[in-house]
Every structure is written in structure tokens, then in C-alpha cells.
């Protein structure tokens, strides 16, 4: 493998100066420093032996991690340190070297399992409804696989021990499943943004689903006419959306679109479809815009 042209600063490595010292600082103090001593997806998480989770993916309280580790090791703050010191992952055990061999002690037997695990019919990543699976039912785990080879390839550049063929058949088998899975059910969209229209699901209650961002629990959404277009990939990712790309009035449809965390794909940005360009528009086979196909959108409007 190609070696990184730059090499990455470990966590305390750089520290805050002035407003942005003390914005960490405010934070620190705040809420986000302070969530463990109250926040129960946090202090009775599942991760430390609680009950308390918000999805199949017992996300909350690492995600929290991800957090209070820089957090904690750039102000050089004991407290929050204590905090970190519940949990071990590869940020950790950069952050905190004494506890780097017990660490990646643990991702070596981790490793060697999934790779065994991806290869026996991607057992643990695809539910298997024959043999009662029900850890991911929304699918969200297979839409976010890029998320495991992270803490992978931290261990094979930092502590890959002889076992550099395992750590790497674990990513290349992680890898090309998700996309292979997931892209035929993606067609390339580009949408025609005068056509947006927000919808609210009424309810007899005003209390919003928890967790709300679980299959069809948003009450709101939009719908947009959108048009089947060519919108290649570049290293198994979406490419740069195409810049008003032409589309065919025969390939247009409608599109539902939710709130970006309740999707299993996440789309940031769509072509917006050129429609000056419209070929064969439903109204006349003129090849350009027309008076009837405005009046119709001002009647849907």
C-alpha cells in the first residue's frame, strides 16, 4: 500500500489558544462535558452495563466518546480524562499510551472475528431472517460498513503484528458488500427543485417518535420531481454531483425525501436537473419548456 504523505497528530498532540480555547473550555463546562454525570445514553448506556440505548446500533454513548476524548486530552483535563478511562478504543490508545497493549490485544481478537464473520455470508452485517436476526432492521449498519475499516487501518499502520493479511481481507470484505448491496437500490437522481413540496403527517398526539429518525417515524418530508440521470462513482462513493445535467421528460417520477439521520442513504446535495432541456415534454414534442407544462406546475402548487 501507498504510505501517507502526511502523518497525523495524536490526540493532545495540538492545543487550543484564545477564543477557541475558550469555546472548548465553555463546552467542557457545559453540557457536553457534563453528560455523563446525567445523560442516560451515556451513564446507563449498554456499553457499560445499563439499559439504555437509542437504536440496534448502540451508537449513543460512543459517539459521546468520539467526543470526550479530544475533548478531554486538549484541555488536559483530569475530570474528563476519568471519563474517557470507561472506555477503550483506538483513539484511546493513542491518547493514552499505558493503555495502548491492552487495546490492541483486544482489536487483534476482534479483527481475526469479523474477518471470519464477513466470510461465512457476511454473518453479523446481513440479517439472516431464517435464523431469526433482528440487529439491524432498518438497515443502517450495511449503509455505514466505511465506518469500520477507521480503527482497521489504525491497527494495521500502528500495531499490525503479523497479521496484516487478516486486518486488510476484514476491510476489502466489508467493503464491496455494503456497495454492491446497497447501489442497485440507488438510482442517480437529479430534481427539479420548483417542484418541491413539504408534507407533515398529522397526528392525535403531539409526542414524536422515539427514536425518531427510525423507519417511517419522521412526520415530515418533501416530495420533488426528480429525473433519472447518469451520476457515476469514484472509489466505490458517489462522484461529484453533474452540474444541470439534460434529463428526458419520460424518466421523470417523484421522489419522497426525509430528514438526512432516519435515511439509510445520506444524500447531501442533488443535481439540480436542467429543464430548459427537457426532451420529449409531455405537453408537445418540441424539446423545450411550454406554457401548458408551467400551468400545470402552478396548478400543483
Known amino acids: 500500500m501507498e504510505p501517507f504523505l502526511f502523518d497525523t497528530f495524536s490526540p493532545g498532540a495540538i492545543k487550543p489558544t484564545g477564543w477557541l480555547q475558550d469555546q472548548i473550555q465553555l463546552s467542557a463546562d457545559g453540557l457536553g462535558g457534563n453528560l455523563m454525570e446525567f445523560y442516560r445514553y451515556v451513564q446507563r448506556s449498554t456499553w457499560l452495563g445499563g439499559e439504555y440505548e437509542y437504536s440496534e446500533l448502540h451508537e449513543s ?3 459521546w466518546f468520539n467526543y470526550i476524548v479530544p475533548l478531554a486530552w486538549s484541555l488536559d483535563d483530569d475530570t474528563l480524562k476519568s471519563q474517557a478511562r470507561y472506555y477503550l478504543d483506538y483513539q484511546y490508545a493513542e491518547a ?14 476482534f479483527v481475526v472475528l469479523v474477518h471470519s464473520m464477513l466470510g461465512d455470508y457476511f454473518t453479523g452485517l446481513i440479517e439472516n431472517k431464517s435464523l431469526g436476526d433482528n440487529f439491524d432492521p432498518n438497515g443502517f449498519g450495511l449503509s455505514r ?3 469500520l475499516p477507521i480503527s482497521l487501518m489504525w491497527l494495521y499502520d500502528n500495531h ?5 493479511q487478516i486486518i486488510l481481507g476484514a476491510v476489502q470484505r466489508d467493503q464491496p458488500s455494503a456497495f454492491e448491496l446497497v447501489q442497485p ?11 418541491a413540496l413539504f408534507h407533515r403527517r398529522e397526528s392525535s398526539s403531539d409526542a414524536l417518535a422515539n427514536p425518531i429518525f427510525a423507519k417511517d417515524a419522521p412526520p415530515v418530508s418533501i416530495s420533488v420531481d426528480a429525473y433519472r440521470v447518469n451520476w457515476p462513482t469514484t472509489l466505490d462513493a458517489a462522484a461529484l454531483p453533474p452540474i444541470h445535467p439534460p434529463v428526458n421528460a419520460a424518466d421523470r417520477t417523484t421522489i419522497k425525501l426525509i ?3 432516519a435515511a439509510k442513504l445520506r444524500i447531501a446535495q442533488f443535481p439540480v436537473a436542467d429543464i430548459s432541456a427537457v426532451i420529449l415534454c409531455e405537453y408537445n414534442w418540441c424539446g423545450s419548456p411550454c406554457r401548458a407544462r408551467q400551468n400545470s406546475l402552478e396548478k400543483r402548487r
Open 185 to 195: 437500490a440507488v438510482a442517480g437522481f437529479a430534481i427539479d427543485a420548483s417542484t
Open 61 to 63: 454513548s460512543p459517539y
Open 145 to 147: 460498513t466505511h465506518e
Open 96 to 109: 493514552d499510551p499505558s493503555q495502548e497493549e491492552r487495546v490492541v490485544d483486544a482489536m487483534h481478537k
Open 259 to 261: 430528514p438526512f439521520g
Open 160 to 164: 499490525p503484528r503479523n497479521n496484516s
